[in-house]
């Protein structure tokens, strides 16, 4: 076993990936950059042909090299690319971009905002990744392919775009920025005021080019799609797959920092554009196909009323765009989530009644984030989101709570959503979001003059017995 082990800490390229298309029976190897089938226009997913050679190895020498890579002194090893042979292994170390990404903590929540809620669980806060939020994992696979193309080719240069909500753009302007500026361009295409301060800021600093159009997300895709199926530009949004292999990555530590015991595994996580879920849901299947866990876990998908086809669906059966609404959410604020269809698939192929989806209001997303904030934890209104979800399904018995481990993705970090927080806490709401704000959830700074005496008096201090 340690010679196994030792002789495949270190990897080589040996993988034969393949987009394939999720509709026809099109396929083509992955040598460039791809985005939807060329044939029918059906969704790509990424296959390795060579997936066999994977299974010569037991898994626990698999969960073994795993664990053990964390130790090395390798940054291509660190992050996402710990699970190498899962993601993208045609391209070798030397390519691999680590800019911190992935490994993020799971924390046990609060125990009184558990009884809130309804259940113990845990939060995986991946808004401590380096761009503050999941979409890191993405997107330092498909730069690292760029990085790669790049050295193969040093005539080439490369327009990297996005259609975003915010955190993409973040992200892809984040790696983007890493690559050399002679070469790399990195343009961002946003719904104008529909991405906060941080976010917008974000993207500046780290140079992009940015682009404001009027209209929301799906406006901002459709215009990027155009783009893509016309212009050399490459893709970075979840609609190429190479998004999807990295962000498998957070099914793999989810299994990993559980000891790769996923039996009665409830994964809760927030919804947009449906990228994150349908990674999420691939990720665990590459496991089990590896026998690396023997269970699926349960996922709970968790949307706001005003922006749910996916709840929609999963209720009636029918799959529709929705026209979205205003959201706190603003992240997840997609009416029309282009991974869709993969998310069908995965459901009918592999996970049925294991996939549940569940919507919350306005004001629950809210209270989930001030509340958990205010219970130690560092959450965003998509993380409270995910919280509200969980809350209304204990309560409405679409979980059963008896032997679960519920994992709750914090999908990014608190900062980047402080004008929710300020617009709850100074009542400031407009009325499209039918948000009821309630007091004690509210907090304010205190003015007093800078004199010791007066503000001992406000704190209400007692003296010190003088002996
Ligand atoms: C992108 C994003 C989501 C939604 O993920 P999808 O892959 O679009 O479903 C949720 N939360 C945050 C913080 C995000 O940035
Ligand atoms: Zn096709």
Not at 282 to 305: A, H, M
Request: charged residues 25%.
């Amino acid at each position: 076993m340690e010679d196994k082990v030792n002789g495949l800490l270190i990897p080589e390229p040996e993988g034969e990936l393949w987009y394939s298309c999720i509709e026809c029976d099109f396929s083509t190897p992955l040598d460039r950059f791809l985005y939807a089938c060329p044939r029918c226009g059906g969704l790509l997913r990424i296959e390795d042909k060579n997936f066999d050679r994977l299974l010569q190895v037991s898994p626990q020498v698999w969960r073994e090299v795993f664990d053990r890579r964390r130790f090395l002194r390798i940054d291509a090893l660190k992050g996402a690319f710990t699970f190498y042979e899962l993601v993208l292994p045609v391209i070798p170390l030397e390519d691999i971009i680590y800019l911190g990404e992935g490994r993020t903590p799971i924390v046990r929540a609060n125990e009184e905002l558990s009884l809130l809620v309804g259940v113990p669980f845990f939060l995986k806060y991946e808004g401590l990744n380096p761009s503050l939020s999941f979409k890191d994992r993405g997107m330092v696979v498909a730069v690292s392919f760029i990085n790669h193309l790049l050295k193969k080719d040093p005539q080439r240069k490369v327009l990297g775009i996005c259609a975003s909500t915010g955190d993409t753009s973040a992200a892809a302007a984040l790696y983007l920025s890493y690559l050399p500026k002679d070469r790399v361009i990195s343009a961002v295409l946003l719904p104008e005021g529909k991405v906060t301060e941080g976010q917008l800021g974000q993207v500046l600093g780290a140079g992009a080019v940015v682009i404001e159009i009027p209209g929301v997300f799906d406006d901002c895709m459709r215009i990027v799609e155009e783009l893509s199926a016309k212009y050399e530009v490459c893709l970075l949004n979840s609609k190429n797959p190479l998004r999807i292999q990295g962000q498998k990555t957070y099914a793999f530590e989810v299994a990993q920092q559980l000891g790769w015991d996923t039996r009665g595994l409830v994964v809760v996580v927030p919804i947009g554009n449906a990228g994150n879920v349908t990674a999420i849901m691939e990720g665990f299947l590459d496991l089990k196909n590896l026998s690396l866990i023997e269970e699926l876990p349960t996922i709970l998908g968790v949307q706001s009323e005003h922006a749910n086809p996916i709840v929609k669906w999963r209720k009636t059966g029918v799959y529709e765009p929705v026209k979205v609404r205003p959201s706190v959410a603003q992240a997840a604020m997609i009416g029309k989530p282009v991974s869709f269809p993969k998310v069908k698939r995965l459901v009918e192929e592999h996970y049925g009644e294991k996939f549940k989806a569940v919507e919350v209001s306005e004001e629950e997303i809210m209270e989930g984030m001030l509340l958990a904030n205010r219970y130690g934890h560092v959450v965003c209104t998509q993380g409270g989101e995910a919280i509200a979800g969980l809350r209304r399904a204990i309560r409405e018995g679409i979980i059963d709570r008896e032997g679960k481990v519920f994992v709750v993705n914090s999908t990014s970090h608190q900062l980047k959503f402080l004008n929710f927080q300020q617009m709850y806490f100074q009542d400031a709401f407009p009325p499209e979001y039918g948000i009821r704000t309630e007091e004690s959830l509210k907090n304010r700074p205190i003015k007093l003059p800078p004199d010791s005496s007066r503000i001992a008096e406000f704190l209400g201090l007692r003296r010190k017995n003088e002996a």
